[in-house]
């Protein structure tokens, strides 16, 4: 079979994955090293819950040498896509090119049958009218923060009323962190304090921007700190990844034509992500492109020049160089690597360097950073079960530390930490780096005993 081509024919009927470069199947050689990085396996020791076995299972399907079934599928299924086998491939295999789009052509197939498990209630209400939008997010969120501040979130959780919810929106309410005040909107344009040395643009996101708004100043002050002019163009949208790794990839790309077309007319040095699961997205907007709309020139040369642009907080401001932060902030930390920031963006010293450089911060390894702490998204609502092995194998290694603040570059893998301190009854700070550099520009003391 000639590795230029897809495995299917133009006389053959289409197959799931058929859409599929089919040369990234071939990439792998077998070899099986990335077992020992992949969470599923490590837990079930199931050949067919590993990268290498859920290559070979897709590669079947697409060759028409297996069917689709509800086992094979279920081995799809539990893959949490955080890309460790990734970093651990000597080969380059592009595993998130391989399940990504085998997972949409999987969507569109059960649609045509009437039978897309993207169509539920959770999804339709959930997924994808309510997390994309920062506006309808804050305003779901006004009874829960007032329920916090009542205490009856607790009064409810002692008495068992929480049990006569269905068990996603159980889940929801039990990943909530405790609400703060995030503060008021961001402006347009935040002046660079010093010498100007970039004009750069926030991108704020759906969740991020009403859960974790807090974070979005913190991020916006360092950079000010560090002589960065930062605008917020209004226009900007969900980055799509709740839509397209649930299998939803036109709404996906139509939020990636939005965020390029409001971010180039920012005219910005750089788009800075202070979320790791936004900005792996975002990278990924022109292979998406490509998967999508192979003979869109113009579209691929759009988004190509945007993702050009994109950078991580902590990527960006080790490119810069960082203006030394002055104050003290004198704490025991564990850094705990989010999946899409170490594997899908291989970003791992910058932020530890960025931390090292905080006077008074000790930095303590930990054991096993690097594996899924089982957030990934939506699959701790989806996937309930190995969601909760992997975040107890988690949190065992971070307390082990003794630290008195985990940090971490993601909103999902601080929900999900948070939610597992407070159900083991412990009580440890959980923080963005930016938080910790902004703590330290400010000379301003932790938010802790």
Not at 140 to 158: I, S, T, V
Not at 166 to 193: E, H, N, T, W, Y
Not at 199 to 220: E, I, K, N, P, Y
């Amino acid at each position: 079979m000639p590795t230029t081509t897809t495995a299917a024919d133009s006389s053959a009927p289409a197959r799931i994955g058929g859409e599929i470069e089919y040369d990234k199947f071939l990439d792998c050689v077998h070899c099986g090293l990335c077992t020992a990085a992949c969470p599923t396996y490590l837990e079930t020791g199931d050949e067919n819950n590993g990268p290498r076995g859920r290559i070979y299972l897709m590669r079947a399907v697409v060759d028409g040498r297996l069917d689709l079934s509800p086992r094979v599928e279920r081995h799809l299924d539990l893959c949490l896509d955080c890309r460790a086998c990734e970093t651990a491939c000597p080969s380059g295999v592009q595993y998130g090119r391989l399940i990504e789009p085998f997972r949409a052509s999987q969507r569109h197939a059960d649609a045509t049958q009437g039978r897309a498990k993207n169509a539920d209630w959770f999804h339709r209400v959930i997924l994808y009218g309510l997390f994309p939008y920062a506006m309808r997010m804050r305003l779901a969120l006004l009874p829960a923060k007032l329920m916090q501040w009542l205490g009856l979130d607790q009064l409810a959780e002692r008495l068992g009323l929480l049990k006569l919810l269905p068990l996603r929106l159980r889940r929801m309410q039990r990943l909530l962190p405790k609400l703060k005040p995030g503060g008021s909107r961001l402006p347009d344009v935040l002046p660079a304090i010093g010498p100007k040395r970039a004009r750069v643009a926030l991108f704020t996101g759906c969740v991020a921007d009403a859960v974790f708004r807090h974070t979005h100043w913190a991020t916006a002050r360092v950079l000010q700190h560090n002589g960065c002019e930062v605008v917020i163009p209004r226009g900007q949208v969900c980055c799509g990844a709740i839509h397209y790794h649930s299998g939803a990839d036109a709404p996906a790309m139509q939020m990636a034509r939005t965020n390029a077309a409001v971010f180039d007319a920012a005219g910005v040095d750089a788009v800075i992500v202070n979320v790791a699961g936004c900005g792996s997205m975002l990278k990924d907007y022109a292979h998406i492109a490509h998967e999508l709309e192979p003979d869109n020139e113009q579209l691929a040369a759009k988004l190509g020049a945007f993702v050009s642009k994109v950078r991580d907080a902590s990527e960006f401001l080790a490119e810069l160089g960082l203006v030394p932060p002055p104050g003290e902030v004198k704490l025991r930390a564990v850094y705990q690597d989010a999946c899409h920031l170490v594997h899908a963006q291989k970003i791992r010293e910058q932020p530890r360097d960025l931390l090292a450089k905080i006077p008074g911060l000790t930095v303590i390894p930990m054991a096993e950073p690097e594996i899924c702490c089982g957030a990934a998204g939506s699959y701790n609502l989806t996937e309930p079960e190995m969601s909760d092995r992997l975040i107890e194998r988690k949190l065992k290694n971070l307390l082990e530390t003794n630290p008195q603040v985990i940090v971490t570059g993601n909103v999902g893998c601080s929900m999900q930490i948070q939610a597992a301190l407070r159900a083991a009854g412990r009580d440890v700070w959980v923080a963005h780096p930016m938080e910790l550099l902004d703590l330290s520009y400010r000379r301003e003391k932790p938010p802790i005993p």
